[in-house]
């Protein structure tokens, strides 16, 4: 139990946006947009099967496909692992998932079967420690990784260095002309510790503005 645990409540979010509405860099994007809205999964199952299905698609692309595997269920509300892994491979792609991602989804539902991905622990593991627990799942990596830490588990003080928007953001904030790494974001973040979930979702609304 350590400093990284605390995820999100009304009090941590007004917290966070009276601290970084302070930030010399950040402060004017949080006070021109709207606070996030945070709700943390009630099936870390379906969050994790999520972050699977839009892993390097767009928005309304994925969330068209999601529909599509959900639909394959319609008389098991959201599908249990295995119900999954009864599901033919053939109707799965037929959904619109790669085959690649199927493969995903199958492991994914093998795992929190036999006990691999336990989510009665991540109350007490540290973000790291699931990450680390995550990816043992084919096709979970460090960005599914985050993203299941900031919007499955609405953890407070995650920097997904891996995400393109965030990259963008981070370009557009500090007008860069090139897109920054890992190392240079981890940098120019640090003063929005232990705030990191909500600078980002700023950071995704700054890079959103030149599509508009």
Not at 22 to 40: A, E, R, S, T, W
Not at 48 to 74: D, E
């Amino acid at each position: 139990m350590i400093d990284s645990l605390p995820t999100m409540n009304s009090t941590a979010l007004t917290n966070a946006l009276k601290y970084l509405r302070k930030d010399v860099h950040l402060g004017d994007v949080v006070k021109k947009n709207p606070k996030p809205d945070f709700k943390p999964a009630r099936d870390v199952y379906a969050a994790l099967v999520r972050s699977i299905v839009y892993q390097q698609l767009s928005g309304k692309a994925a969330g068209t496909i999601l529909k599509r595997f959900l639909a394959l269920f319609p008389d098991t509300g959201y599908p249990k692992p295995e119900i999954v892994l009864k599901m033919s491979v053939a109707k799965m792609r037929g959904a619109g998932l790669s085959g690649q991602k199927t493969a995903y989804i199958k492991d994914l539902s093998a795992k929190f079967l036999d006990g691999t991905i336990e989510p009665k622990k991540f109350k007490v593991m540290t973000d790291e420690e699931i990450r680390q627990h995550l990816i043992a799942v084919k096709g979970i990596g460090r960005w599914s990784a985050d993203m299941f830490l900031m919007s499955g588990l609405n953890r407070l003080d995650v920097l997904p260095t891996g995400d393109l928007g965030i990259r963008k953001g981070f370009q557009k904030l500090f007008k860069m002309k090139t897109l920054p790494d890992a190392k240079k974001m981890e940098r120019l973040a640090e003063p929005w510790r232990p705030y990191r979930t909500i600078a980002s979702w700023y950071l995704w609304r700054l890079a959103d503005e030149d599509k508009r």
